[in-house]
């Protein structure tokens, strides 16, 4: 079971990029990485997700370094709505019973 | 589409009592999942159903059960509830088993005197 590590909170301001880094030392083979975002008294909700290398969408990128070790959730040009908790999950197809979301990281932007 | 419904949306109960948490989904999604989450300790999954008709223990099922009534419907039930028990409790359903979006109910506010 992969056991993931991130740091409890973030500050940053708006307009700036925020990079959030997940560790998962641990990670299996069959692994995908997966970062949700949670804001208060709301359900997670999925923002990207990847194997290795990069992945990219409209809201976020994803780097994964050969290694797979850690990852690293990227938010460019951040406003006062991505204030909310970031969550990174590492699971494998079949392995349903071993989802773990972990503590995340709580990002606050401010003007 | 109205995604993941969870009722209720708040319930107090006494020490001892029972309850269901009722969760549908109309994305006709494969796996469903409960979570519980604590101030300051993230998601806990309790239960999931891989498919219809399966049910497998998450990190922390003691003391619940559930049901997997169909497959847009996954109820979990606390039979004698108990004062730890007081979360708020997520429902959440993913087209297939694993690393897979996952789509979250509002949640479901417990509290247990």
């Known amino acids: 079971l992969a056991k993931t590590t991130q740091p409890i909170s973030m500050d940053s301001y708006e307009g700036q990029e925020v990079n959030i880094t997940c560790s998962h030392n641990n990670i299996a083979t069959n692994d995908y990485i997966t970062w949700y975002q949670q804001f208060p008294s709301q359900g997670p909700r999925f923002i990207i997700q990847?194997?290795?290398t990069k992945v990219t969408n409209e809201v976020a990128s994803l780097f994964i370094p050969a290694d797979r070790k850690s990852s690293t959730l990227s938010l460019p040009r951040v406003s006062l709505s991505d204030t909310a908790v970031y969550y990174c999950?590492?699971?494998?197809?079949?392995?349903?019973?071993?989802?773990?979301f972990g503590t995340g990281t709580q990002l606050k932007v401010e003007l | 589409n109205a995604g993941v419904t969870q009722t209720p949306k708040f319930q107090v109960l006494k020490t001892g009592q029972s309850m269901t948490l009722q969760c549908a989904q109309d994305m006709n999604h494969n796996s469903m999942y409960w979570y519980r989450q604590d101030p300051g300790m993230g998601l806990r999954l309790i239960y999931y159903s891989a498919s219809e008709g399966t049910t497998d223990k998450g990190e922390v099922p003691n003391g619940y059960n559930v049901s997997r009534l169909n497959k847009r419907e996954f109820s979990l039930r606390l039979e004698s509830a108990a004062p730890s028990q007081t979360s708020v409790y997520f429902c959440a359903s993913s087209a297939g088993d694993g690393p897979y979006e996952q789509y979250f109910g509002p949640g479901t506010r417990l509290t247990v005197t």
């Open positions: 990847g194997y290795k």
């Open positions: 999950l590492v699971a494998f197809t079949g392995g349903g019973n071993k989802l773990t």
